[in-house]
């Protein structure tokens, strides 16, 4: 059974700090992590990982993937109230399915 | 391009009854999947499908059944609701197998509360 474990679940921070939230993942079969941003309803799409190594979008928010380890990293510097949201990481299979173990998320506050 | 479409957006039923979900997926989207998000589950795959077909199905009860119709669009049907099924519903979709990438496209969800 795949498992996916995220930390915290929970985080406050005041604007301009930098944040790291934490996913790792045990899959039987791996092409990918995801990373999604819900912040009310539906999830957008973060973040696309499938060699080990960084990935960055947008320069504020980057995220590294480390198959050894079976680990992925989401750091957010700077931080906006606008961050404020719940992040999600699931591991993708590639097995022509879209199936996706999601983890349970951190829910990140990013207060004035 | 219009995003995902899921109605109804809230809905209200009683232990017992049945509910019907509907999504459109983003034109020219083939695959569609269905999630459960919960406060202390989290989300959770419900089943996927793909040219009228079901694809994957997750671990829920026999009450939990879907569709697709040859346009793609897709529906969800919960029959004796439980109060455990309040939840959000959420439909994403996505191109299909031959692009596929992982990324899934959500709608805003359904959210269903069983009194």
């Known amino acids: 059974e795949d498992k996916v474990v995220q930390s915290p679940l929970s985080l406050v921070v005041h604007e301009g700090d930098t944040v790291t939230l934490n996913c790792s993942y045990e899959?039987?079969?791996?092409?990918?992590l995801l990373w999604y941003k819900q912040e009310k309803k539906a999830p957008t799409f973060l973040f696309m990982l499938?060699?080990?190594?960084i990935e960055k979008k947008s320069g504020r928010l980057s995220s590294i993937l480390d198959k050894k380890e079976l680990f992925s990293i989401l750091n957010i510097t700077a931080t906006q109230t606008g961050d404020s949201a719940v992040y999600l990481c699931a591991p993708y299979s590639g097995a022509g399915s879209y199936q996706l173990t999601f983890g349970k998320g951190t829910k990140l506050s990013v207060i004035p | 391009k219009a995003g995902v479409t899921q109605t109804p957006r809230y809905l209200i039923k009683t232990r017992g009854q049945q509910v019907t979900l509907s999504c459109s997926p983003i034109s020219g989207h083939r695959s569609v999947s269905w999630y459960q998000q919960t406060p202390g589950q989290g989300l959770q795959f419900l089943f996927e499908?793909?040219?009228?077909?079901?694809?994957n199905k997750g671990n829920f009860p026999g009450r939990f059944s879907g569709r697709q119709f040859s346009n793609s669009r897709s529906e969800m049907n919960v029959s004796t609701l439980e109060l455990g099924d309040s939840a959000l519903y959420l439909c994403?979709?996505?191109?299909?197998?031959?692009?596929?990438?992982?990324?899934?496209?959500f709608g805003e969800g359904s959210r269903l509360t069983v009194l």
């Open positions: 499908y793909f040219s009228e077909t079901q694809r």
């Open positions: 499938t060699s080990s190594g």
């Open positions: 994403a979709s996505s191109l299909g197998p031959s692009g596929n990438t992982g990324e899934l496209f």
């Open positions: 899959v039987t079969n791996f092409r990918s």
